[in-house]
């Protein structure tokens, strides 16, 4: 099984390939660029420095949400042209992978994205230190709800995400037992979505089925309703 695994959903652009449990290569970079001036020349380079081509990909792997509207549209829109002929994708939570980035800490794991000034996009794993369990679905909370989250909970916890250090300043500063991940493992990698994908390779779609997962509405969406309520 031959995964090619995009993230486009945050600050990063991140583009991976994992072949048969081994990450064959991956290019990460924290960009200001818009992502599609980015995303696709880092697949052509990634196939050619893995001596690949499209054709060896069984399954394109992309995080479908939650996180940047224009982001998490621009790659599954990438994905969808490289499956135009029949090959198969997979959409997977931002949020998961973003846990999957942290499987090897035996802990608790909070994936937290922010979502706009004072919420974020909140997701709680537990990892055994090789399989991540679910805990609470994704969702839209306020900042308030990580720390009633951690109240409840007494083991370690690791935070991920592109605003922990925030959450950790606000709410945790004094408490050992919640930890940051380490930079390197901190914002969205794709070779965190191919793995995150191997996890559910039974839930594979046609590109027409592939769309975003925003949690929230989008912002045209909240004016239309807004200009539909006066």
Known sequence: MTILGI???????????????VILGQNTVYTKLTHSQVILPFVKRLLEDTNLTLSDIDLVAVADGPGSYTGLRIGISAVKGMCIDGKKCLGVSTLEA???????????????????PGIVYFGVYDSDGETLTNITPDAVVNAEAVLE????????????????????????????????????????????????????????????ELSARYLQITKAEKDLKEKEEK
């Open 7 to 21: 993230d486009t959903s945050g600050k990063t652009a991140s583009c991976a390939v994992l072949r048969d449990g």
């Open 98 to 116: 973003l846990a999957t980035n942290c499987i090897g800490s035996k802990a608790r794991i909070f994936s937290l994205l922010n979502a706009r």
């Open 149 to 208: 989250a951690a109240n409840s909970y007494d083991g370690d916890i690791v935070l991920v995400g592109d605003c922990i250090s925030n959450i950790k300043e606000k709410f945790f500063a004094e408490d050992n037992r919640i930890r940051l991940a380490p930079p390197h493992e901190r914002l969205q990698l794709a070779s965190s979505v191919c793995l995150t994908a191997l996890a559910h390779i039974d839930e594979a779609i046609s590109d027409d």
